[in-house]
């Protein structure tokens, strides 16, 4: 009987006797292609391609392994998992393995940008990520993969998972060459003390040499394999025609072998194998510790996503993978559980513990008809949810999506050490150079040793570390507090704000929108038949005002065509009639001019209702200032910032609230489009802050210098805004300049240290006043100092 290839669903030659265990069985393949093809799926972890795939695979052609394992990333099924569509491209988060400088980073991103089809690249030399968009019609993603792997570079689709086991990979080989650079420094250095100091009298020049010979053997393997990812990083770069941070470290340990295995074969000249091995260990030792703390500064938002469990059971009881759901599945969740998805209770009550979110401790009832996200855990109470994201558009994926791309948009002040970094190298070679031709000249004996210590001791590693570690330090800990960044430009952005610009309902105030009094103008409709026509009208809204009509809703909707007019209010037909609910000169603009309210009723009520040229009702609404909304007005004068409450609101309720908070300006009765308006009358030199949440607050919260939407505002709003403040406590905006201010102090203690340090060493490396050993332990010590200032950002009181 002729089996079918589990790969391709083609029929299997009877000769043909080959199988691979997939999903726990012996599966039958028909071709070494299909062979490849699955076993390079299987290796890479993606079995489940052939768990939920729709159709067979295409026929494999026999192409080298690598690509093989390239081209599965084009299967849509297999990119549904790490790949966002986003209009008309693709974007896809992507980990990075062999990123060891700014340079390495400005190569992959100068090398894909040329390739067609690619709309963007950016790379964080902190996280070892990359955010990749591009346009499906023009590339395909194994393509650029394929450029990435060309630079000598190894890229996938980022998984916490993957990624914490690559990393483990490379701290255990940089262990293991770091041993060997360890107990070679050790022998060789005890060799060297006998042969510089004649410690056991005068030495026979036959046992000098034998000395020589032993240390060439234990330096030998420092230079080939310890010192290994020094010279890869630096072929890359020449490669591209670019100046990484290993040439010259590179070019000193090379140039030190060669003179060294010249002076031990001819007898004659110094050797510096003590030097070589030195140097290499502590090389290796700075990158170790620097590589650890740089993990510590990218593992905030990475660990998220561990916080989703990998199993989510059915309605029915089942278990299926959690990454697996999509929209409209029903799952049920145990006390003590974490949420498998995003989704809407459906049935049961419980308390949400929402920390991973907001920062905030204590867990926050949930019931039927209450979002509930991905991670969060779930209280004392079993529930039932219906799935409303999948895997790749969930808050968790949006939260670390939006952190990598403002970790990876770089502010200006790293932009340029970037580049000071790239030339600085350049002048080093040519310093190094001029610095061997005057020692060669003068004393040739010292020219080698102190050209090796110019070359090491001003390797401008600390430069190119002292922005992004401390921009993605800060940015973790924004995501720790509670803020979620959306925009690079925000920590540069908010230490200048010098105006405060904020909406009032829902924002200074809770939105919590209570209805108090309801006053009727018309004798043809009793007051229950007036909620329920408002309520229904404002079923088609998403503002705070609505939900204080919620529970006049009908089960079934009055009104089928109903017209929102943003900052204005709402307009639908029932019957041929046009009902108006919304703002007083919206509602009764068609209202006759004897038929019009007395104008103290028109301050004392917010919202007012019409039926075509009828005056019907008007509603009276409470909204409580937030706790902490005093604290954020005087905190923000008490530093010299200008406060303005800017509001669609023009009743009476305006001017309390702003007095009661004592705002220095108040613009009230603004519509979305005044509301910008305001914002561009502003003073060229005032930079302002706007913080909203109504789809009335979306064009200015774009348009402002910097932007906050609060957590639990709209859509709009949260997309149009520069940073999203997850649990609406208003007090995090304070934190968040407070760490933006000390962020920049640190950026600049950073760069004052690195370059300080460079225009100190260099003079005296030059004069040979500085030993390469010494070169090396400063240079590294440089970068661990530029590094650990940045940690100080993860502490809360650091």
Same mark, same amino acid.
């Given at each position: 009987?002729?089996?079918?290839?589990?790969?391709?669903?083609?029929?299997?030659?009877?000769?043909? *006797?080959?199988?691979?265990?997939?999903?726990?069985?012996?599966?039958?393949?028909?071709?070494?292609?299909?062979?490849?093809?699955?076993?390079?799926?299987?290796?890479?972890? !993606?079995?489940?391609?052939?768990?939920?795939?729709?159709?067979?695979?295409?026929?494999?052609?026999?192409?080298?392994?690598?690509?093989?394992?390239?081209?599965?990333?084009?299967?849509?099924?297999?990119?549904?998992?790490? /790949?966002?569509?986003?209009?008309?491209?693709?974007?896809?988060?992507?980990?990075?393995?062999?990123?060891?400088?700014?340079?390495?980073?400005?190569?992959?991103?100068?090398?894909?940008?040329?390739?067609?089809?690619?709309?963007?690249?950016?790379?964080?030399?902190?996280? =070892?990520?990359?955010?990749?968009?591009?346009?499906?019609?023009?590339?395909?993603?194994?393509?650029?993969?394929?450029?990435?792997?060309?630079?000598?570079?190894?890229?996938?689709?980022?998984?916490?998972?993957?990624?914490?086991?690559?990393?483990?990979?490379?701290?255990?080989?940089?262990?293991?060459?770091?041993?060997?650079?360890?107990?070679?420094?050790?022998?060789?250095?005890?060799?060297?003390?006998?042969?510089?100091?004649?410690?056991?009298?005068?030495?026979?020049?036959?046992?000098?040499?034998?000395?020589?010979?032993?240390?060439?053997?234990?330096?030998?393997?420092?230079?080939?394999?310890?010192?290994?990812?020094?010279?890869?990083?630096?072929?890359?770069?020449?490669?591209?025609?670019?100046? #990484?941070?290993?040439?010259?470290?590179?070019?000193?340990?090379?140039?030190?072998?060669?003179?060294?295995?010249?002076?031990?074969?001819?007898?004659?000249?110094?050797?510096?194998?003590?030097?070589?091995?030195?140097?290499?260990?502590?090389?290796?030792? &700075?990158?170790?510790?620097?590589?650890?703390?740089?993990?510590?500064?990218?593992?905030?938002?990475?660990?998220?996503?561990?916080?989703?469990?990998?199993?989510?059971?059915?309605?029915?009881?089942?278990?299926?993978?959690?990454?697996? !759901?999509?929209?409209?599945?029903?799952?049920?969740?145990?006390?003590?559980?974490?949420?498998?998805?995003?989704?809407?209770?459906?049935?049961?009550?419980?308390?949400?513990?929402?920390?991973?979110?907001?920062?905030?401790?204590?867990?926050?009832?949930?019931?039927?008809?209450?979002?509930?996200?991905?991670?969060?855990?779930?209280?004392?109470?079993?529930?039932?949810?219906?799935?409303?994201?999948?895997?790749?558009?969930?808050?968790?994926?949006?939260?670390?999506?939006?952190?990598?791309?403002?970790?990876?948009?770089?502010?200006?002040?790293?932009?340029?050490?970037?580049?000071?970094?790239?030339?600085?190298?350049?002048?080093?070679?040519?310093?190094?150079?001029?610095?061997?031709?005057?020692?060669?000249?003068?004393?040739?004996?010292?020219?080698?040793?102190?050209?090796?210590?110019?070359? /090491?001791?001003?390797?401008?590693?600390?430069?190119?570390?002292?922005?992004?570690?401390?921009?993605?330090?800060?940015?973790?800990?924004? &995501?720790?507090?509670?803020?979620?960044?959306?925009?690079? =430009?925000?920590?540069?952005?908010?230490?200048?704000?010098?105006?405060?610009?904020?909406?009032?309902?829902?924002?200074?105030?809770?939105?919590?929108?209570?209805?108090v009094e309801t006053r009727l103008f018309s004798s043809n409709l009793t007051e229950q038949e007036v909620l329920t026509t408002a309520a229904e009208?404002?079923?088609?809204?998403? *503002?705070?005002?609505?939900?204080?009509?919620?529970? =006049?809703?009908?089960?079934?909707?009055?009104?089928?065509?109903?017209?929102?007019?943003?900052?204005? #209010?709402?307009?639908?037909?029932?019957?041929?009639?046009?009902?108006?609910?919304?703002?007083?000169?919206?509602?009764?603009?068609?209202?006759?001019?004897?038929?019009?309210?007395?104008?103290?009723?028109?301050?004392?009520?917010?919202?007012?209702?019409?039926?075509?040229?009828?005056?019907?009702?008007?509603?009276?609404?409470?909204?409580?200032?937030?706790?902490?909304?005093?604290?954020?007005?005087?905190?923000?004068?008490?530093? #010299?910032?200008?406060?303005?409450?800017?509001?669609?609101?023009?009743?009476?309720?305006?001017?309390?609230?702003?007095?009661?908070?004592?705002?220095?300006?108040?613009?009230?009765?603004?519509?979305?489009?005044?509301?910008?308006?305001?914002? *561009?009358?502003?003073?060229? =030199?005032?930079?302002? !802050?706007?913080?909203?949440?109504? /789809?009335?607050?979306?064009?200015?919260?774009?348009?402002? *210098?910097?932007?906050?939407?609060?957590?639990?505002?709209?859509? /709009?709003?949260?997309?149009?805004?520069?940073?999203?403040?997850?649990?609406?406590?208003?007090?995090?905006?304070?934190?968040?300049?407070?760490?933006?201010?000390?962020?920049?102090?640190?950026?600049?203690?950073?760069?004052?240290?690195?370059?300080?340090?460079?225009?100190?060493?260099?003079?005296?490396?030059?004069?040979?006043?500085?030993?390469?050993?010494?070169?090396?332990? #400063?240079?590294?010590?440089?970068?661990?100092?530029?590094?650990?200032?940045?940690?100080?950002?993860?502490?809360?009181?650091?």
């Amino acid at each position: 009987m002729t089996s079918n290839c589990y790969h391709c669903g083609d029929p299997v030659p009877q000769d043909y *006797h080959h199988q691979i265990e997939i999903l726990g069985e012996l599966r039958d393949m028909c071709c070494p292609g299909c062979e490849a093809v699955a076993q390079t799926i299987v290796d890479s972890g !993606l079995t489940s391609y052939y768990e939920y795939r729709t159709t067979p695979a295409e026929k494999a052609d026999l192409v080298p392994q690598q690509l093989q394992s390239l081209l599965l990333y084009d299967h849509d099924e297999i990119q549904q998992e790490f /790949v966002r569509e986003n209009e008309n491209f693709k974007e896809a988060a992507l980990s990075l393995d062999g990123v060891s400088c700014a340079a390495c980073a400005w190569l992959i991103e100068k090398q894909l940008t040329r390739e067609d089809g690619v709309q963007n690249i950016r790379v964080n030399t902190t996280t =070892h990520r990359a955010l990749l968009t591009w346009d499906p019609e023009k590339t395909k993603l194994s393509h650029l993969l394929g450029v990435i792997h060309k630079l000598g570079y190894k890229a996938a689709p980022f998984e916490a998972d993957a990624q914490e086991q690559q990393y483990h990979r490379t701290m255990k080989g940089y262990l293991y060459r770091l041993g060997i650079a360890g107990i070679a420094t050790m022998q060789v250095m005890m060799l060297a003390v006998a042969l510089y100091f004649e410690i056991f009298g005068d030495l026979d020049a036959e046992f000098k040499n034998y000395l020589r010979w032993v240390s060439l053997i234990f330096a030998t393997p420092v230079l080939l394999y310890s010192a290994l990812p020094f010279y890869l990083n630096a072929w890359r770069n020449l490669r591209a025609r670019t100046l #990484g941070m290993d040439v010259p470290v590179s070019i000193a340990l090379l140039f030190a072998y060669v003179a060294s295995l010249y002076a031990t074969v001819a007898q004659k000249g110094e050797v510096f194998f003590e030097s070589i091995s030195m140097f290499t260990f502590f090389l290796l030792l &700075g990158r170790f510790l620097e590589m650890r703390a740089r993990r510590q500064a990218a593992a905030a938002s990475a660990n998220l996503l561990k916080l989703v469990p990998t199993m989510a059971t059915l309605e029915d009881g089942s278990q299926v993978a959690a990454k697996t !759901l999509k929209v409209g599945d029903v799952v049920t969740v145990l006390p003590g559980e974490s949420l498998p998805a995003d989704g809407e209770i459906i049935r049961g009550s419980t308390a949400i513990d929402e920390s991973m979110l907001t920062g905030e401790p204590m867990p926050v009832p949930r019931s039927a008809g209450d979002l509930v996200y991905a991670g969060t855990i779930n209280g004392d109470g079993n529930v039932t949810l219906r799935v409303t994201q999948d895997r790749q558009n969930s808050l968790i994926s949006n939260i670390i999506r939006l952190q990598d791309e403002a970790q990876s948009t770089k502010p200006k002040v790293a932009e340029i050490a970037d580049i000071v970094a790239r030339y600085f190298v350049g002048i080093i070679l040519i310093i190094a150079a001029g610095t061997w031709l005057f020692w060669h000249q003068h004393k040739p004996e010292d020219a080698l040793w102190i050209t090796l210590a110019v070359l /090491v001791a001003t390797c401008p590693c600390a430069l190119s570390l002292a922005t992004p570690t401390a921009l993605t330090c800060a940015t973790s800990r924004l &995501g720790r507090m509670g803020m979620l960044l959306r925009r690079g =430009h925000v920590l540069e952005t908010l230490c200048n704000v010098n105006q405060l610009v904020i909406d009032k309902t829902g924002t200074l105030t809770e939105g919590n929108v209570r209805l108090v009094e309801t006053r009727l103008f018309s004798s043809n409709l009793t007051e229950q038949e007036v909620l329920t026509t408002a309520a229904e009208l404002e079923r088609f809204a998403n *503002h705070p005002i609505a939900r204080a009509f919620v529970g =006049h809703r009908l089960e079934v909707p009055q009104f089928s065509d109903v017209e929102n007019i943003i900052g204005s #209010g709402l307009k639908g037909s029932d019957q041929g009639r046009e009902w108006r609910i919304g703002k007083a000169e919206f509602v009764l603009e068609r209202v006759a001019a004897e038929h019009q309210p007395a104008a103290e009723q028109l301050e004392q009520y917010q919202v007012w209702l019409s039926r075509d040229d009828i005056c019907i009702a008007a509603f009276k609404l409470d909204d409580p200032i937030r706790e902490d909304s005093p604290e954020l007005i005087q905190q923000f004068q008490a530093a #010299g910032i200008n406060v303005t409450m800017l509001t669609g609101d023009n009743s009476a309720n305006a001017a309390k609230v702003a007095k009661a908070l004592g705002v220095d300006h108040l613009v009230a009765g603004a519509s979305p489009e005044g509301k910008l308006d305001y914002l *561009h009358s502003l003073d060229r =030199h005032q930079v302002a !802050l706007m913080v909203g949440d109504g /789809v009335n607050d979306a064009p200015v919260l774009a348009g402002a *210098h910097l932007s906050v939407a609060m957590g639990g505002g709209t859509d /709009v709003a949260k997309s149009s805004a520069d940073m999203v403040l997850l649990g609406d406590q208003l007090s995090r905006i304070l934190r968040a300049r407070a760490l933006a201010l000390k962020t920049r102090k640190i950026i600049r203690e950073n760069l004052a240290w690195a370059l300080g340090y460079n225009v100190v060493i260099l003079p005296l490396a030059v004069a040979g006043l500085v030993a390469p050993y010494i070169a090396v332990a #400063g240079m590294s010590a440089s970068s661990i100092i530029v590094v650990s200032n940045s940690l100080r950002l993860l502490k809360e009181n650091g």
